[in-house]
């Protein structure tokens, strides 16, 4: 349907010779509706992209056309039906703008993916924010540190560099291992504990435009200090789906990582817990079966295999089990930081066990069930009786999940923070 804002004025006025006293679009729009449209004339739409040029260039024929809207209208009369094209096809930004228009795009934001050859935790969240943009109806390109698109549905030639900078909202970088190395407005997602940055990393965390929070005060704090550019919104390690609902019909903790203890053939974090929660059957352990040629999990009967690397199976297997174990690194406690596992835990649905991480304390309270996170005896203990008690207090246990829910959909549902994230973007660059 046409209207004002995709009215062809001023092919209107060339196609009727009788209109040429008209010098605006407003006039000419007028025109039609009080006068034109009585006298069945022909109006067109605007054709975004349409290169005149590049249109009777390509076909020789044309040669003898020397305007715009000689060029259109021999477009919309014989061309379209002859399936013409009237931009270069390898001209990105006439592809990307093409691209954007024909899948009814708000945005576009580029993901760094810092590590294209490894699967690890920043894949399954570059996973999540592609599924989360599908949602909102915002393009996700992820491109690697030297920009180029990696995107299956794009020529992975193409270079972030050469695509208009009015094309992307934002270029977002997960982790400091991916600088600035594009000329667009680039925002660096505050992931990482204080106590993993170095010089360096500083160094390239001064060169980003912007920052994102993950509700950390102690990174939000650092961050100030170090710059007065700003953090211009929140976004953590969360998803947008699946979201599940619990059942009540298995009471097992769902454990996923590597056993670097076996890798480095030394005590490490909660090793002594997860053998003790092995041996009494009372854990689901997934991750890789091999890792730099050892099978890490020998020994454990819990060990379940792997889990489908796409950002979704996890939320299903995590329901499965029926608690989900949120464990933390101290350097993570002592940032206030919470990786994936929480959210994940969120959205199956089920009850958490959660170390004594300030973040999770503060934003779910007494809505989930805490373990010392220290002593593993003490720790192995207090699962116990939190496994007794959610198998014996369904009632109790129902409000704890639907608090959390309720919580996790208000305040950190991925969908609802990149949306609230592209309108801080638009205001700080506009």
């Given at each position: 349907m046409i209207d004002f804002?995709?009215?062809?004025?001023?092919?209107?006025?060339?196609?009727?010779?009788?209109?040429?006293?008209?010098?605006?679009?407003?006039?000419?729009w007028n025109h039609y509706l009080y006068n034109g449209?009585?006298?069945?004339?022909?109006?067109?739409?605007?054709?975004?992209?349409?290169?005149w040029q590049f249109y009777v260039n390509k076909y020789s024929d044309l040669i003898h056309i020397k305007t715009y809207e000689e060029a259109l209208m021999h477009w919309h009369t014989?061309?379209?039906?002859?399936?013409?094209?009237?931009?270069?096809e390898n001209n990105i930004n006439h592809y990307i703008a093409k691209y954007l228009n024909d899948n009814n795009y708000n945005g576009c934001l580029a993901f760094y993916d810092t590590w294209p050859e490894i699967n690890n935790a920043e894949k399954e969240c570059?996973?999540?924010?592609?599924?989360?943009?599908?949602?909102?109806?915002?393009?996700?390109?992820?491109?690697?540190?030297?920009?180029?698109?990696?995107?299956?549905?794009f020529n992975n030639k193409i270079n972030i560099n050469n695509i208009d900078k009015k094309y992307i909202n934002a270029v977002i970088s997960l982790h400091w291992g991916s600088p600035k190395n594009t000329i667009h407005y680039t925002i660096c997602f505050l992931w990482n504990p204080i106590e993993f940055y170095d010089k360096d990393s500083i160094n390239i965390l001064l060169n980003y435009d912007a920052y994102v929070s993950c509700y950390s005060p102690i990174l939000d704090k650092f961050v100030n200090l170090l710059t007065d550019k700003k953090i211009i919104g929140y976004v953590n390690h969360s998803l947008s789906s699946p979201i599940l609902n619990y059942d009540f019909t298995s009471f097992k903790c769902f454990y996923i990582g590597i056993n670097w203890e076996l890798c480095s053939n030394k005590p490490t974090r909660y090793s002594k817990l997860l053998k003790l929660l092995d041996s009494n059957n009372l854990i689901n352990i997934y991750g890789p079966k091999k890792f730099l040629g050892i099978n890490i999990w020998e020994g454990y009967k819990s060990y379940s295999g792997e889990i489908n690397f796409d950002g979704i199976s996890i939320i299903h297997e995590i329901n499965k089990s029926g608690i989900c174990l949120v464990l933390s690194s101290e350097s993570h406690k002592n940032s206030h930081i919470c990786s994936n596992r929480l959210f994940e835990g969120l959205a199956a649905g089920v009850p958490l066990i959660c170390d004594n991480n300030p973040f999770i304390k503060k934003y779910f309270s007494d809505n989930v069930f805490?373990?010392?996170?220290?002593?593993?005896?003490?720790?192995?203990?207090?699962?116990?009786?939190h496994i007794d008690f959610i198998k014996n207090n369904r009632n109790i246990v129902t409000n704890k999940i639907l608090e959390c829910r309720k919580i996790f959909l208000d305040k950190f549902l991925l969908t609802k923070q990149l949306n609230e994230l592209i309108n801080n973007i638009s205001k700080e660059k506009y």
């Open positions: 804002n995709n009215f062809e004025w001023k092919l209107y006025i060339y196609i009727y010779k009788d209109l040429h006293f008209i010098k605006t679009k407003e006039e000419a449209k009585n006298e069945n004339r022909i109006i067109y739409s605007i054709e975004k992209d349409f290169d014989y061309g379209k039906n002859e399936y013409r094209s009237f931009y270069n570059l996973m999540r924010f592609e599924n989360a943009c599908k949602e909102i109806n915002i393009l996700c390109l992820i491109i690697n540190n030297d920009g180029i698109v990696l995107n299956n549905n805490y373990i010392d996170g220290v002593d593993e005896e003490l720790s192995y203990n207090q699962i116990i009786n």
